[in-house]
Every structure is written in structure tokens, then in C-alpha cells.
């Protein structure tokens, strides 16, 4: 391949190329230097007051704005900011936690599936070209858990019609319907409301009706990056 063609196909620059087909081991990746922050010499203040923190009642337990108020009394911090003294201390909070014994820790459960009991549902934007323009369209995905087995369709909308015309279309495809649950994002065309950080949600009507109708068993993932773990398999596929 010639040098553009390798830009165009890798998205880099010419000095990248020329300097991967210059080189023959790749650089070694440079370590990013972490940005000094001025909060950084009254970290440990509020560490300690956290620590202090774990034995005091519920109610005499420092706020941030109780901390935030404390450094600049007593330790003249006057070019700190609340919201960065509030940022600190929702992250380092649970992790005082932690260290000390009281927290739960982060952990990572392998999922175990049986045949035909589980799937996954994804349905999102994808760009292709189209008689030669570049379009957004639309890619509905339905993926076994147990064998990896999924089935694609694409459609011009995201509507609450091609949702469901994606569900039928795989059943038909796969002959049948997973038998315990389906784990979905929260999306418009099922989930109208999430509530809070439970897992409870109020679901559009229609798609109450329609997965009554064929017997399906939703699981509503939580939002965010953290949901996005929780059906993993149809999300990293490639597209």
C-alpha cells in the first residue's frame, strides 16, 4: 500500500506512517504527566478529616461545603473552589471507605449463561454509505448470550416501529424467543422513566403490549458506561 493509502485506512498522519515504516519496533508510549491541580496540597487535610470522619455520627459527619469552609478558615486556601473540593471529596469518600475495611469492594463476576435462556439487545446509530453519500441509519441487534448467535437489521429511524420490527424479525430468524430474559439499555422506545438508581422503570405502553405478546422477559440495564457492562457481549461488537 502506498503512504496515503495507509493514512486514509489507519486515520493518521504522514509522519506517523513514515515513522512506523522508518522504524522497525514501535515506540515505546510515552507516560502522560498527571496536571498539578491546587487542590493538591490540602489533599491530605481532607483525607484525614474523611478518616476522621468513619467514628463520628451520621449527622456530625463533614459535608463538602463543611470541608470546602474548613480549609480556607483554617488553612487560609483561598484559591481553592467549592466544586473542586466537592469533586474530591464524592471520589475519595467511598475510597476512605474502602481502605478502612467498611466499603465494598470492586469486583467483576463472570456471567454464566444456559442455552436459549438469555440475550442481549442493542440498538443505536451507525453511518454507512449509501448510493455513494455517507447516511445515518440505524442497527438493531439481538445477541444469544450462551452461543454468540445474533441477528442485525437496519432501518432509516430509531422509532418505536422499528424496534419492534427488529424483535420479530430476529424470533423469526432464531425461531423462538429467549426463555428467561433479554437485557436492554434504557432506551425511548421501551423504558418512558427510570426511576432512580433502582432498577425499577415505567415502560411505554406499547412496549408493555407487544413483549407481553410474545413473552419477553426484560432486564433494564443501569444507565451510563456502568450498564454498558452489563450486556457486554452485543456491545463489543464490532460494527
Not at 430509531?158 to 426463555?179: I, K, N, S, T, Y
Not at 408493555?208 to 463489543?236: D, L, N, Q
Request: proline share 6%; aromatic share 10%.
Amino acid at each position: 500500500m502506498s503512504q496515503r493509502a495507509l493514512q486514509r485506512k489507519h486515520n493518521v498522519t504522514w509522519r506517523t506512517v513514515r515513522s512506523a515504516l522508518d522504524g522497525q519496533w514501535p515506540e515505546k508510549r510515552k507516560t502522560p504527566r498527571r496536571r498539578e491541580s491546587r487542590l493538591d496540597p490540602y489533599k491530605p487535610v481532607i483525607d484525614q478529616i474523611l478518616r476522621a470522619d468513619l467514628d463520628a455520627p451520621t449527622k456530625q459527619r463533614h459535608t463538602a461545603q463543611r470541608i470546602f469552609d474548613r480549609l480556607v478558615d483554617e488553612h487560609e486556601a483561598v484559591e481553592t473552589t467549592y466544586p473542586m473540593v466537592r469533586a474530591y471529596v464524592k471520589d475519595r469518600r467511598p475510597q476512605v471507605r474502602r481502605e478502612a475495611g467498611l466499603g465494598p469492594q470492586a469486583a467483576f463476576v463472570p456471567q454464566t449463561h444456559l442455552p436459549g435462556a438469555e440475550a442481549e439487545v442493542d440498538f443505536g446509530e451507525l453511518h454507512v454509505v449509501l448510493s455513494g453519500k455517507l447516511t445515518r441509519v440505524y442497527l438493531f441487534s439481538l445477541r444469544l448470550s450462551f452461543s454468540g448467535k445474533a441477528v442485525h437489521r437496519v432501518f432509516a429511524t430509531a422509532g418505536q416501529e422499528a424496534f419492534f420490527e427488529g424483535h420479530v424479525h430476529a424470533f423469526r430468524v432464531l425461531g423462538g424467543v429467549p426463555r428467561c430474559q433479554i437485557r436492554y439499555d434504557n432506551l425511548k422506545a421501551a423504558v418512558e422513566r427510570v426511576l432512580g438508581f433502582s432498577r425499577g422503570r415505567i415502560e411505554a405502553e406499547r412496549w408493555t403490549m407487544f413483549r407481553s405478546y410474545w413473552g419477553v422477559e426484560p432486564f433494564y440495564c443501569r444507565p451510563g458506561i456502568e450498564g454498558a457492562h452489563e450486556k457486554g457481549g452485543v456491545e463489543g461488537r464490532p460494527r
